[in-house]
């Protein structure tokens, strides 16, 4: 396992700045999410400590010795891609021998490495199938299991369920967690979706343009975000930002209220308007209200709770549960 520590690491291309310099500090066998909208660099900055992009500046250290210009194979880290890159004339059991046969490692080693990673991921059934036989959960399975049989000192993982559907996405997701727990060894993970970050991580990393917004854990980031950046990105639903005379009442430029924290009243409250789109998911109805003002909230309820459309409704923050921005953006504690 590996403790991996980045300071001041920044990338360019040419004249684009991609990472202008960043401090980052991931602990031995923990589980750390990069999150972010698509080009905020959070998979060059994965390529960058798996030795797969050169620095523009700073360093990079595993376990204290430094690897800024170790090549990517002495690193001791394993990366799983977002694509399987599977062999497809090779059997699942060659896949995942086939980093050992190249190291040179003998049969018997090679075959007890490989029954122990099939074991692990559920695939001793599938060792004699060619990939083509396989779910895309397989399939993906079968990739980590190449990751694993190396025995590495941290995963690498970018963006490895992008191409699966949403059933098999939760699946893989669970998966990869109860991995985590069984090897105890240090992964990081990148993703779009703050809800595989959420539920994934000890440790989410927020990025933005480069930059990390706020590092966490995930109800950290959920009930102390840093900023608006942060506020918007992490929850689904998003979280409500109100900007106008409400918030100026609270002392902020924009007041935050998450849809679990808006009370529903008919009779009114703090904030009026009228009710939109009602999404009923069973557990929970998501209720998509326009206020007076034209700004647009949206409450959480209980599953058989039923607002008719265009009905007129009032809303009330609970008591504590307000987050309050400053002018530039940032969290008035």
């Known amino acids: 396992m590996s403790a991996i520590t980045l300071r001041n690491v920044s990338k360019r291309f040419g004249d684009v700045v991609i990472i202008p310099g960043l401090d980052l500090d991931i602990r031995d066998g923990e589980f750390v999410v990069f999150v972010g909208p698509s080009g905020c660099g959070k998979s060059t900055l994965l390529r960058l400590i798996a030795g797969l992009e050169d620095v523009s500046g700073g360093a990079i250290s595993i376990d204290g010795r430094d690897v800024t210009e170790t090549p990517p194979a002495r690193r001791g880290l394993a990366m799983v891609f977002q694509s399987y890159a599977l062999y497809p004339h090779m059997s699942v059991g060659a896949n995942i021998a086939f980093p ?72 893989m997701r669970l998966e990869i967690s109860e991995l985590h727990q069984q090897l105890k060894t240090t992964m990081i993970y990148v993703t779009h979706d703050q809800v595989e970050a959420m539920t994934m991580a000890d440790k989410i990393v927020v990025l933005n343009r480069g930059r990390v917004e706020q590092v966490g854990s995930p109800l950290e980031l959920y009930e102390h975000p840093d900023n608006l950046f942060v506020a918007g990105f992490i929850g689904s639903p998003k979280m409500n930002l109100v900007t106008g005379p409400f918030a100026e009442r609270n002392g902020a430029r924009t007041v935050g209220i998450r849809p679990e924290h808006l009370l529903i009243d008919r009779s009114g409250g703090e904030l009026t308007g009228t009710a939109g789109v009602s999404e009923h998911l069973g557990s929970d109805t998501f209720i998509h209200i326009r206020l007076d003002d034209g700004q647009s909230l949206t409450a959480r309820a209980p599953g058989e709770f039923r607002l008719n459309h265009g009905e007129r409704v009032g809303l009330t923050p609970e008591a504590g549960r307000l987050h309050r921005f400053d002018e530039k953006g940032a969290a008035i504690r």
């Open 100 to 171: 050992l046969k190249m190291a040179g490692m003998d049969k018997a080693q090679i075959e007890k490495k490989v029954q122990g990673a099939a074991a692990t991921l559920n695939l001793t059934d599938y060792l004699h199938r060619k990939p083509r036989e396989l779910s895309g959960g397989q399939r993906q399975r079968v990739a980590i299991g190449r990751a694993i049989v190396r025995e590495p000192n941290g995963f690498l993982f970018d963006e490895p369920l992008s191409n699966l559907d949403a059933a098999l996405r939760v699946n």
